[in-house]
């Protein structure tokens, strides 16, 4: 009994557990870090779609980039930091190459794996999130937060707020709160919001909400009693739809709520029913809706019973996101083939293809991405490569976009960029590059 | 046959009181120990599947090694004084930003009173070692509501340390030397000038800390101190009365216990994670290693090793079993599996063996003192 009992373990324990599978010569790796399970699941899992549809696609319609197939594997991160490096580790070795990059899908797993992917020169792509200081890729030279930082967020959401309120100078002696998931994530956009309340003269009062983020009771009291201007939420999963909720309970009105671009997606408002109507939140540039991309995926994909999503959610916020965030690392791969050959690539040089991306308006249209994004031209020193976003509002039924296009002031966030990169950089002994020698 | 002890005289009193008095047990601490510092380096060296790659240093042997060793310390006061701790995260957690704020330099300004307390940091190995100072300190404070309760009052008690701390280090940002996100990233690891930053390294570092641990950690539990806190756990009013002072006997056992768990902390912060935020430390944590200590077997030395391996590692290959098989399933499937597979066996093996594995090896041992004629 105990032997077998024994025996059983050891099978359990050594059981081809660590049997690698031979990999084919011609295909890039692609490691995709989500999490469709736990606290997060509910936006983890469009997201997780939206990037697994695009890889498909890219496979399905043109066998490849340039002939080199995508071979894909997805690990399961939970949002725990942990289980995320866990799952960095298992998957950055494998294929002919290795990773071509990584998208850790969560803050905290990027400041974890910041240092190893640099030891591992695996670029590490946190479109939308990460840490806004990566902006600089003379220090981070390995991190590409793409698109847009929280710092930019942060700025593009006092811009919007001043617009409303009639202009920058009445800013002055506003109350400005900040709702945020307590965890880096949240806390990224703190320090931009701090420079901006000394620069505008605004109040700014940051209120922490604990992970995962459904008890927001004393902290919606708190806000019925302090009567702040404006709420931004810097919010992800369950503690989005809490948020709209606790405010209409609390009579907050919720067109004065602007979400950050994680905190503006379906299932962060349909949960509130009625109640949701008003909100407000950022986009990374792009919105929901459906675009040529998506008549692709439909007729190359989904045709051959090969979505990942039910066929109804393709075009929300998170799918879209994943998609184009798929995309993005798809062509820093196809820049560096340029340069490389049209073989599966290392870490290292599809790193500097997403160096040398420049997506023109011309490009992205012939990707079927006219009109979701705005160019990205990403360089040495700026691996944010652009920083635009809008304002949309939630109607009841969809998303509605509010507002023109804003673009982070960088004479703002550009100083604390440098600073905190330049700090980091001391600490590490990391010997800045001089990107004007970089070719 | 295998396990005969027949013809092993113990002629001496350092004979009798050896730590492991079986020649069997020896020869396997031998082998294991012998394949654990020069086996694996060796294999990973030449570059031998599976220990070529980092992954299985990196993230199987690494967590491993340092979470059995926060296991041990908690088994010291649950497993072997009986005092039921929840707050087994909070002292990683204070291991690891004291550490952290040593090896990085404190400097505590003390305006009022017009002078500024400066340290400059601390070589690495010393930051760890204070940081588990630092752990052992706020384990004796924790420690005091021990003399009045116990059992799940006292578990209670020390969860008000979990939570305590989760906040400290979430809002006092002096401890995270004010990084606008919270989150910390680890000084560089030099040992004596030697730069510790390959895996490889990496794991012989943690697998001196854990044997060295171990062994003072089996040597201690087995001398007077641990008797005293057997004593306690056993019956704590006989205890008392056969002489042992309770004060002294819990206190050193939650100053034992935080100060390995401390270290374990550090080492996890520093050599595993190398960047941590406080959710690295949080109540899961603290529940995760409870589990260890109780599956392993409480009372147990071994019993932490494989109550971490158990935990640790068992649902890691339950979810790359799958993928390894060939088994078409989505990644939720296999994640839902994976808890469902893990949840049963834990179910199974608690009903079956409620004393954990160690219990489980000591029957298999005395099965094969008998074998192959059992009666």
């Known amino acids: 009994m105990v032997r077998n009992k024994l025996l059983i373990a050891a099978a359990i324990l050594s059981g081809g557990a660590f049997a690698s599978p031979a990999a084919a010569q011609s295909e890039q790796f692609i490691p995709i870090l989500s999490y469709r399970t736990g606290a997060y699941a509910v936006n983890g899992v469009p997201y997780a779609n939206g990037v697994a549809d695009y890889y498909n696609l890219v496979n399905e319609r043109d066998g490849g980039i340039n002939g080199v197939k995508l071979l894909v594997e997805e690990c399961e991160t939970g949002y725990a930091t942990d289980k995320g490096v866990e799952c960095y580790e298992r998957l950055k070795g494998k294929g002919p190459t290795g990773a071509a990059f990584v998208n850790p899908l969560s803050t905290g797993i990027t400041f974890a794996l910041t240092e190893k992917t640099t030891t591992d020169k695996i670029p590490i792509i946190t479109m939308g999130y990460g840490r806004a200081d990566s902006k600089n890729g003379a220090v981070f030279a390995y991190n590409f937060p793409l698109l847009g930082t929280y710092w930019s967020a942060a700025d593009i959401a006092i811009q919007h707020v001043a617009k409303e309120v009639g202009g920058f100078d009445k800013l002055k002696g506003k109350k400005i709160s900040l709702l945020y998931h307590d965890s880096p994530y949240g806390k990224e956009p703190i320090p931009m919001l701090q420079v901006l309340a000394k620069k505008y003269g605004f109040e700014f009062t940051p209120i922490p909400v604990t992970h995962p983020g459904v008890e927001q009771k004393s902290q919606w009291l708190g806000i019925r009693q302090n009567r702040p201007d404006y709420v931004l939420v810097w919010g992800w999963g369950v503690m989005n739809g809490t948020a709209v909720k606790e405010a209409a309970a609390v009579a907050y009105p919720r067109d004065k709520m602007i979400g950050v671009w994680w905190s503006g997606a379906e299932p962060d408002v349909q949960p509130a029913g009625d109640q949701a109507v008003g909100y407000k939140a950022l986009m990374l540039q792009h919105g929901a809706g459906k675009f040529p991309v998506h008549a692709e995926i439909e007729k190359h994909v989904y045709a051959k019973g090969k979505g990942a999503s039910e066929p109804g959610k393709v075009g929300e916020v998170l799918y879209n996101r994943g998609m184009v965030n798929a995309m993005l690392g798809v062509e820093g791969i196809r820049k560096a083939q340029e340069k490389f050959g049209k073989k599966p690539l290392t870490g290292e040089q599809v790193r500097w293809g997403l160096e040398n991306l420049n997506l023109s308006e011309a490009r992205l249209k012939e990707l079927g991405f006219e009109g979701m994004l705005k160019p990205v031209k990403i360089s040495c020193s700026d691996h944010e490569g652009a920083r635009d976003g809008r304002v949309q509002q939630w109607d009841g039924k969809g998303w509605k976009i509010i507002s023109d296009w804003y673009t982070a002031n960088q004479s703002e966030t550009e100083p604390l960029v440098d600073e905190v990169s330049a700090k980091y950089a001391a600490d590490k002994k990391i010997q800045p590059r001089d990107c004007s020698k970089e070719s | ?375």
């Open chain 2, 1 to 375: 046959m295998l396990y005969r002890e027949a013809g092993q005289f113990k002629t001496t009193y350092a004979e009798d009181m050896a730590i492991f008095p079986i020649r069997q047990d020896r020869m396997a601490l031998a082998v294991l120990l012998g394949i654990a510092f020069i086996g694996v380096p060796l294999l990973a060296d030449f570059d031998i599947w599976p220990f070529g790659s980092d992954y299985l240093l990196r993230a199987i042997l690494l967590p491993f090694l340092i979470l059995a060793l926060a296991a041990i310390g908690v088994n010291i006061l649950v497993g072997y004084c009986g005092q039921i701790s929840l707050g087994s995260g909070a002292f990683m957690a204070i291991g690891a930003y004291s550490a952290y704020k040593l090896g990085t330099g404190v400097h505590i300004p003390l305006a009022w009173l017009g002078f500024a307390i400066s340290i400059p940091p601390l070589p690495v190995l010393l930051s760890i070692l204070l940081g588990g100072l630092a752990a052992a300190v706020v384990g004796i404070l924790f420690g005091i509501p021990s003399l009045r309760i116990k059992g799940l009052y006292l578990a209670v008690a020390t969860l008000a340390a979990q939570f305590f701390f989760d906040w400290v280090f979430l809002r006092v940002s002096w401890f995270t030397n004010y990084a606008p996100s919270g989150s910390v990233s680890a000084p560089t690891l030099d040992f004596f000038g030697l730069n510790v930053g390959t895996p490889i390294e990496r794991y012989m570092l943690c697998l001196i800390f854990v044997t060295v641990f171990a062994f003072l950690a089996k040597n201690l539990v087995r001398g007077n101190l641990g008797r005293q806190w057997m004593a306690i756990r056993d019956m704590d009013i006989a205890a008392e009365l056969i002489g042992i002072r309770p004060l002294y006997a819990k206190l050193t056992a939650f100053a034992v216990s935080s100060f390995i768990i401390g270290v374990a902390g550090a080492l996890w912060a520093f050599v595993y994670l190398g960047s941590w935020e406080p959710l690295a430390f949080s109540i899961e944590r603290s529940l995760q290693l409870l589990f260890m200590v109780i599956i392993g077997g409480l009372g147990s030395i071994m019993g932490s090793f494989i109550g971490a391996a158990f935990i640790l590692i068992l649902p890691i290959m339950l979810n790359l079993l799958p993928t390894q098989l060939g088994v078409p399933l989505s990644t939720e499937t296999i994640t839902h599996l994976e808890f469902i597979i893990f949840g049963s066996l834990i179910c199974y093996l608690l009903i079956k063996e409620p004393h954990g594995f160690a219990r489980l090896i000591s029957i298999g041992k005395e099965k094969l003192r008998l074998w192959p004629f059992p009666y």
